[in-house]
Each structure stands twice: as C-alpha cells, then as structure tokens.
C-alpha cells in the first residue's frame, strides 16, 4: 500500500514538520527548552544523538525507540520525567551493524555522559537492544523497562521480516534510501492500527512517519540489520524483579506470538498495562507510561523529589 494512500488530508513525506504532534504546543515547549545534542563516541562515523534533562546526579534512565522511532519519538516522556527531577536521556545510535558494534557504542556513550550505571527502557527493537546490552554487560545494567517489545527476531508473522526479507540482510548497506524507507512503512501495518479508532494512536504514528523522513540511508540499513542479526533469546542476566513488561492492550503491528514468547521468556517480571495505546503508547498516552515508569523506578530503588525533614522542631 502506498503511504500517501492512508495518510490524513495535509500530511506528506516530504520532510516538513505537518504532522498534529510536530504542531502542539507540547512538541514546540520541548524544542525551546531542549537541545538536541550529539556525541561522536568511537571510531563509527556516526553521532549519538541524544536530548538529556533532569537532575544529572540522578541515577540515569536510558530510552531507547523502536526500529521505527528517534529521540524525539520520546520527547513526551523528557518532559514529564525531567519536570520531576528524573535523569532521562532519550538517545538515538549512529549506524552499527551489529550487536558487538551497538554493545561497545553504547558503553563508550555511557562513559561519555557520566553514567555508571543505568535504567533502560526501550521500545520495540529498542527493547530488543537493551536485553542484548544487559546480557553483555549485566553489571551495567540496573533494570529494565520492555515497551511493545519482543525477545525474539525470527517470528515468521513478523511484518518486519517479511518485508525486509525481499533484501538480503548484506544488501542493506547498499540499498537506496527510498527502498529500506518502504520496507518499514510497510511494517507498520496501518490497517490495522486504524481499527483502534483512537485519534491519538493514530497522531502517534503521523508523528513517526514524519520522523522516519529524518533518517539517513546508513540510519535505516543499520536497523534492517541489527534487526535481523540480533540474538534470539538474549541471555538477560539481571532478576525478573527487575524488570517491567510494558504493553498495549488494543491492536500493535507487533504479532501475538512475538509478545507470547516474551511473556514466556520473563515470566516472573513485573507487568503493566495501557488500555488504548497502540505501537506507541509513550507518545499516544504519556501519562499512563510516565505513571508505570515512576512506579517501575521506585520498587528499584529509584526514588527523587524526596520530602526534606524538618529538624529544627
């Protein structure tokens, strides 16, 4: 299906900021108090790029987007968190082509930015690349949050794999932009998403549509990649009590055998639930996933805002 076919009456591809969300009030207050910063970490020509709020002598919480997604895609959450004093970075990786390549990225970014230790959450394939990251380095890890997530690549009702299956994974590389573009507006499936029938799922994925357009060639090739060459069934080594399931109860691209294999394989974390929320729930409803996110922090250890005591009575 073409895109232009689905997208609403005003909406293009063409780069230009047209979508509802990239014209709130929210989305314009988070780009004048927050700037969009990059590292170049390692020897990858690439850039991390990251927006950073809150109280730096916080223990950190990382979020990473779906495959789909960048840092922006995250912004609602920057806002809400920061505004109570979390250390929250929602970060983007430059091109890497494999797990190792991300693993050692992500160290150096750590490093770079002052973190010891971290809070991950991430979405989709984010979440996907954070188990990868925490079997690697458990250490480094402090507990998870798994937004629409899976542990597996290899589904075979995997939109995403299906359609990138038409390029050979060693392809990517050299695939024209346009092509590997197609590939994951494919996968977002948005007949089916239009059955949820809430606008704000629907503003959710105009947003993400418009941000894809940001991309560069490399961006989307390292993605298809990571994607389809990443471990199944990371060997996540930090407890379950630790971790947080997050997902959508209405209709998600993602298939119902990925999310059983999930649950199957943590099936002693921590899960929570939002009612409407679609692929995106962070952007469709911010509030519900702030509220599991604080919930999630402080049964780790991760409390902020800390009432002061008064002792001079």
Not at 169 to 188: D, E, G, H, R, W
Request: charged share 20%; hydrophobic share 40%.
């Amino acid at each position: 299906m073409e895109p232009s076919k689905w997208l609403p009456a005003g909406f293009s591809l063409s780069g230009r900021k047209s979508s509802r969300i990239a014209q709130s009030s929210s989305f314009k207050d988070f780009r004048s108090r927050f700037a969009l910063r990059s590292l170049s970490v390692d020897l990858n020509d690439g850039e991390w790029k990251f927006y950073e709020g809150g109280r730096r002598e916080e223990p950190l919480l990382l979020l990473l987007p779906a495959e789909t997604g960048t840092a922006e895609s995250m912004y609602r959450l920057v806002l809400a968190l920061s505004s109570k004093g979390y250390h929250v970075i929602a970060a983007q990786h430059p091109p890497y082509f494999s797990v190792p390549e991300f693993v050692s990225g992500l160290d150096a970014f750590l490093d770079a930015v002052g973190a010891k230790y971290v809070h991950i959450m991430g979405a989709g394939m984010g979440g996907l690349l954070a188990q990868e990251y925490s079997s690697y380095r458990p250490k480094r890890v402090s507990s998870l949050v798994l937004c629409n997530s899976y542990c597996s690549v290899t589904s075979s009702s995997s939109s995403l794999v299906q359609t990138a299956g038409e390029v050979v994974s060693p392809m990517y590389q050299i695939t024209p932009a346009f092509v590997l573009k197609n590939v994951f507006l494919n996968s977002l499936r948005v007949e089916t998403i239009q059955m949820s029938g809430s606008p704000e799922v629907m503003e959710a994925l105009e947003f993400v549509v418009e941000q894809l357009d940001t991309l560069s060639q490399p961006d989307l090739a390292s993605r298809l990649t990571l994607k389809s060459t990443a471990m199944d069934y990371p060997e996540v080594r930090i407890s379950q009590d630790k971790i947080t399931l997050l997902d959508s109860l209405d209709v998600t691209t993602r298939p119902d055998e990925l999310k059983d294999e999930l649950y199957k394989q943590f099936d002693q974390a921590k899960q929570a639930f939002c009612r409407v929320g679609g692929d995106f729930p962070y952007l469709s409803v911010p509030d519900e996933v702030t509220l599991y996110l604080e919930v999630h922090l402080r049964r780790v250890g991760v409390f902020v805002n800390k009432p002061q005591l008064d002792v001079s009575q």
